[in-house]
């Protein structure tokens, strides 16, 4: 493409070849915009120079494609040949009239540059090894772009020297990937370039401070809100939720009914037993209960938003727990926490208090629940506890009678011990995510699956649990606003307490518990 014009005084924009050249000059912008842009190569800029009679001096700026200085002698030769070069005219009117107007020129170098950017944006692929797994932009009628223009007002504008310096750029999905060195405290740089952002774009974009699992450096992305909406349930999820929490009311009722458990096709017939289930299932229900509040309280405290919890039934111990969703993005690690940790330390505090009272109090009707003692070596907490607090009384296979309280608040424990396995999108899994970060916890995830699918070998409730984790919450979860600054070490005392808990309760008992035995090895 070749485009010939004239100019007097200010230079104007003459035009923009999309092969070999991008010319900004432009009189009322200021140096630092037009220098930005300028690059041309020797080849395709030829000056013609007319002087005449009356002393003034004509310019012609010429813009053609980049050959071999052969061919562009050929062409232009070619191009005199046919009249395709035109002479400059003396007269002030033919040269306005032969001249393109600034204001088209510039309408016109706009278009050009849109329509390039276009067509070099579809043209390449977005970066793989995405620093937000778990998000899954919204399928739009319309592909959503961040415009160049708006990139170039994220570079110079909302990111700089005194937060993250931008070194190279990746498209994302809809949006930008800026890969740069971070400045400062990572809390302080999010907060000053979230503001910049909000100033300049409103609630338009939404800003990530990840670290990229490729190579374990901060990143910065930007992506449209839009791309990001919630979805949509086909059923209301208060009524899957509702459907969920009837079945579990009568797995808790059924699990404290031995007479129904080993036939459970009579439980239709004999319904009127379930009422002597009642009072083990309020007791394992205000557990639960209690677990979903401090979820709920500590959330609200944070602002973020949960969805209705989904208790998951068991026939073996009456529930596993509740399936509660994350509706907002959360801003950080330490929010996380707090949120993933309140839930197990209402129900781990709970528990134990009814566990030591079921110790303390004797049975209502003098005889209580008869269980063998090797029953307490399933369990590293409540075994000790019971050794401590029962001391001789506690023999290898003697037949001890314990108020029912003691399993009823075990199996409460239990359900806490589960969810608190440090895995996918359980609180433990949560937790561990919020403690050391998107990589460690993609270890701990597949650890912990590893190990529950061997302990389902010998049990039929780690099989049921590694099913229900693998199937609905292996996770990844999803990013947070700002996950590199650590949180604080007061929660992480308070993350780590959880999970040490959760392995108290599930690992065995490994040493005797009368002297006997223990004198004979």
């Not at 677990?291 to 068991?314: I, M, N, R």
């Not at 303390?360 to 907490?381: K, Q, R």
Request: with cysteine; glycine share 8%; charged share 20%.
């Amino acid at each position: 493409m070749s485009v010939s014009a004239t100019f007097r005084g200010n230079l104007v924009l003459l035009s923009q070849c999309s092969f070999c050249c991008d010319i900004r000059l432009q009189p009322c912008l200021p140096p630092s915009v037009g220098y930005r842009h300028l690059r041309f190569s020797t080849n395709s800029l030829k000056i013609v120079q007319n002087r005449r009679s009356s002393g003034k001096r004509d310019i012609a700026c010429r813009v053609t494609e980049p050959h071999s200085e052969q061919d562009g002698d050929i062409e232009e030769k070619e191009a005199h040949e046919n009249g395709k070069t035109q002479s400059l005219e003396n007269s002030p009117e033919q040269n306005v009239s032969q001249s393109l107007d600034g204001e088209q020129l510039n309408k016109f170098e706009d278009e050009n540059l849109v329509q390039n950017n276009e067509q070099s944006v579809d043209n390449i692929e977005v970066a793989s090894g995405s620093p937000l797994p778990g998000v899954k932009p919204q399928q739009l009628e319309e592909a959503i772009k961040i415009p160049k223009e708006t990139i170039e007002v994220l570079k110079n504008q909302v990111f700089g020297f005194d937060t993250f310096f931008i070194t190279s750029q990746d498209p994302y999905e809809g949006g930008v990937l800026f890969k740069g060195n971070l400045r400062g405290q990572a809390a302080k740089s999010y907060e000053k370039i979230s503001r910049r952002l909000q100033d300049k774009f409103g609630d338009e974009y939404k800003l990530f401070l990840l670290i990229n699992p490729e190579d374990d450096k901060p990143v910065a992305v930007v992506v449209p809100r839009s791309t990001l909406q919630p979805e949509t349930a086909a059923v209301p999820e208060w009524l899957a939720a509702g459907a969920f929490g009837l079945v579990t009311v009568f797995t808790l009722l059924l699990r404290n009914v031995p007479a129904l458990q080993s036939n459970l096709l009579s439980t239709f017939d004999n319904l009127n037993l379930l009422k002597d289930g009642l009072p083990g299932a309020l007791v394992t229900a205000l557990i639960l209960g209690i677990h979903e509040l401090g979820h709920y309280f500590a959330a609200k405290d944070t602002g973020v938003k949960l969805g209705v919890p989904y208790f998951v039934p068991s026939w073996q111990i009456g529930s596993f727990g509740a399936i509660t969703r994350i509706r907002n993005i959360v801003s950080n690690r330490e929010d996380l926490l707090k949120v993933a940790a309140a839930g197990p330390i209402a129900g781990f505090t709970l528990g134990l208090v009814l566990l030591l009272l079921g110790f303390f109090l004797p049975p209502s009707d003098g005889i209580g629940t008869v269980v063998d003692a090797s029953v307490f070596h399933e369990s590293f907490l409540a075994g000790g506890i019971a050794k401590l607090l029962l001391g001789n009384v506690l023999k290898e296979g003697t037949p001890i009678s314990v108020n029912p309280l003691v399993i009823w608040a075990w199996a409460g424990l239990l359900i806490n011990a589960i969810n608190s396995i440090p895995a996918g999108e359980l609180d433990g899994g949560r937790i561990a995510f919020a403690l050391w970060g998107r990589k460690a916890s993609s270890r701990f995830t597949a650890a912990s699956i590893v190990l529950l699918g061997l302990s389902s070998l010998l049990n039929d409730v780690a099989f049921y649990w590694v099913v229900l984790i693998f199937f609905l919450q292996r996770g990844p979860i999803a990013p947070l606003s700002e996950e590199i600054t650590d949180p604080d070490d007061k929660y992480v005392a308070l993350g780590v307490t959880v999970l040490l808990l959760g392995l108290l309760v599930c690992l065995p008992y490994p040493f005797p518990f009368t002297d006997e035995v223990l004198a004979s090895f």
